[in-house]
C-alpha cells in the first residue's frame, strides 16, 4: 500500500446504531471493559484501550456471516485475553472463549474475521523471561503457524483489506516508527512506513468504501494514530477503483413481456422477473461465461443457455432478451377451449392445418375475401376428435409457430373468418 496524507475531514467514523446492556457479571467487573471517564469531557462510559470489536458469525468457521458482535478484550486483573460473541438481538454477551495468557503479560489484542468465517487475533505478548514486547498472530487452531511472533513491537491493529487481505500494523518503540506486515507474504516481511509525524503508535485502520456507479466502486485505507489523548493523524492509501458489471434480463413469453419467471444464473443467485418481464443482477464479475435457466409455472419447457460477459463490459451495464417458448413438448392436463377473437389483420403464412390426425377432423371454414398464401401444421398427431371453428376478420398472421401439439385430450379451437380468398386449400 503506497500512504499519503489528507487534510483532516469533518468525521469518518459512523456511529452504532445500538449499546449493549451488560449482564450483573460484567456490570460487577468479572469481565469488565468499560470504563467511566471523567477528562477529557465529554463524561461518559468508553471502552478500554485493550478492547477490538469486529463482526462477526454466530458459528465460528461459518463463511459470509456477520451477523454477531465479536469484541476481543483483556481481563484486567488476570491479564488473560477473552473473545466475547453478542447475542442475535446485540443486547448482551452470551458466549465467552478464552484465547491465551501469558504470565509476564498479554494485551492490546485486535481483532478481524477472515472471508472463511474464522478470527484472526494479533497481540502484544511479552514471552517468560523476556522484558521486550513482541507482537504475535493468533487464530485457530492455536497451533503451528496459528500462534506465532511477527516481530518485536507493540500496540497491533490487524486490519482486512478490501480484497481480502490481512494487514497487521504495529510501533516500534525504540525507533519511534510505524510498521507493517501482510498475509500477501505470510507476514515474512515488514515495511516502515514513512510518516512525519514519528512517535505515535497505530490506533486504528477503516476501509472507506464508496460507489460511483452502481458498477464502479472506489476504496481507500485509513491508518489513524497518535496518543489516544487528542485528535489522531492519520494517513490514507491511494484510492482504488473496483469495477464490476451489471446484467440486465427482459423474459419474452409467448405474449410480450412475461413476469413470475424465475431466472437462475449458476453460481451466483437467481431472481424472479418484475410485471414488466425483467430482473437486475449487480456485481457480476468479468470476464465470465454464465449459464442461465429459466422457469415459469406455465411452462413445461425449462430453456438453458449461456450469456457472455466480456472485459470490455467492466463498469457497464449489459442487457440482454431471452425468450420462452412453448414447445412440441408442452401437455395439457385438461381438454382445451382456445377463441381467437381479433380483426384487422391479414394472413400471409399458417402452419399445417392436420397431418397425421389418426380420428375424423371436422373442419368448418367461413372464408370470403382474405388471400391466404400459404398452409402447412397447426395441429399435428391430435389422437381425438378436433372441430375446428376459424373466426376471422380483415387479418395478417405473418407468423404462428406450432404452439400445441402432441396433446391426449380433445382439442377444441374456434376461429371464425369472414371476408377471405382462397388461393390453395388441401386436404
Known amino acids: 500500500m503506497t500512504w499519503q496524507k489528507l487534510p483532516k475531514p469533518s468525521t469518518l467514523w459512523e456511529e452504532g446504531e445500538k449499546w449493549f446492556e451488560l449482564e450483573d457479571n460484567l456490570a460487577e467487573g468479572k469481565f469488565d471493559f468499560l470504563e467511566y471517564k471523567e477528562e477529557p469531557l465529554p463524561k461518559g462510559i468508553i471502552l478500554q484501550r485493550d478492547v477490538s470489536v469486529a463482526m462477526g458469525p454466530e458459528t465460528l468457521g461459518t463463511p459470509g456471516d456477520l451477523s454477531r458482535i465479536w469484541v476481543a478484550f483483556t481481563d484486567q486483573e488476570t491479564g488473560e485475553i477473552y473473545l466475547a460473541r453478542s447475542d442475535d ?29 474464522w478470527h484472526r487475533m494479533a497481540v502484544t505478548l511479552i514471552p517468560a523471561g523476556e522484558e521486550i514486547p513482541e507482537v504475535w498472530i493468533i487464530e485457530p487452531p492455536y497451533s503451528g503457524d496459528g500462534i506465532r511472533k511477527l516481530d518485536l513491537g507493540e500496540h497491533p491493529r490487524i486490519f482486512q483489506d478490501y480484497w481480502g487481505n490481512t494487514w497487521v500494523f504495529y510501533y516500534k518503540p525504540e525507533i519511534g516508527a510505524i510498521y507493517s506486515r501482510s498475509s500477501k507474504d505470510n507476514f515474512a516481511s515488514a515495511t ?99 449459464t442461465y435457466k429459466l422457469t415459469h409455472p406455465s411452462y413445461k419447457n425449462s430453456p438453458m443457455g449461456t450469456i457472455e460477459i466480456l472485459t470490455e463490459d467492466a463498469g457497464t451495464l449489459v442487457e440482454k432478451t431471452l425468450t420462452m417458448f412453448r414447445t412440441q413438448d408442452s401437455q395439457l392436463g385438461d381438454s382445451l377451449q ?36 400459404g398452409l402447412s401444421t397447426i395441429i399435428e398427431c391430435i389422437q381425438e376428435d378436433v372441430s375446428t371453428v376459424l373466426q376471422v376478420q380483415s387479418l395478417v398472421w405473418d407468423f404462428i409457430h406450432r404452439d400445441y401439439s402432441s396433446h391426449e385430450e380433445k382439442l377444441s379451437m374456434s376461429l371464425t373468418v369472414q371476408n377471405i380468398l382462397w388461393v390453395e386449400v388441401t386436404e
Open 89 to 117: 438481538e446485540w443486547n448482551q454477551w452470551e458466549e465467552y472463549i478464552h484465547i491465551i495468557y501469558a504470565p509476564s503479560g498479554s494485551y492490546q489484542p485486535s481483532l478481524t474475521f477472515d472471508q472463511d468465517g
Open 192 to 290: 516502515e512506513l514513512n510518516l512525519s509525524n514519528r512517535g505515535y503508535p497505530p490506533l486504528g485502520v477503516r476501509l472507506l468504501h464508496w460507489e460511483v456507479t452502481p458498477y464502479h466502486d472506489q476504496f481507500r485505507n485509513v491508518l489513524f494514530f497518535g496518543s489516544g489523548k487528542n485528535m489522531p493523524f492519520y494517513v490514507a492509501s491511494q484510492i482504488e477503483d473496483v469495477f464490476t458489471v451489471g446484467l440486465s434480463l427482459s423474459i419474452i413469453g409467448d405474449k410480450g413481456f412475461l413476469p413470475q419467471v424465475e431466472v437462475y444464473l449458476y453460481g451466483i443467485g437467481k431472481q424472479t422477473s418484475d410485471k414488466n418481464g425483467k430482473v437486475l443482477f449487480l456485481g457480476l464479475d468479468y470476464p465470465q461465461k454464465i
Open 338 to 373: 382456445t377463441s381467437w377473437q381479433v380483426s384487422g389483420i391479414e394472413w400471409e403464412y399458417l402452419g399445417a392445418i392436420k397431418e397425421l390426425v389418426s380420428e375424423p377432423l371436422n373442419t368448418f371454414l367461413a372464408v370470403d375475401g382474405i388471400q391466404w398464401e
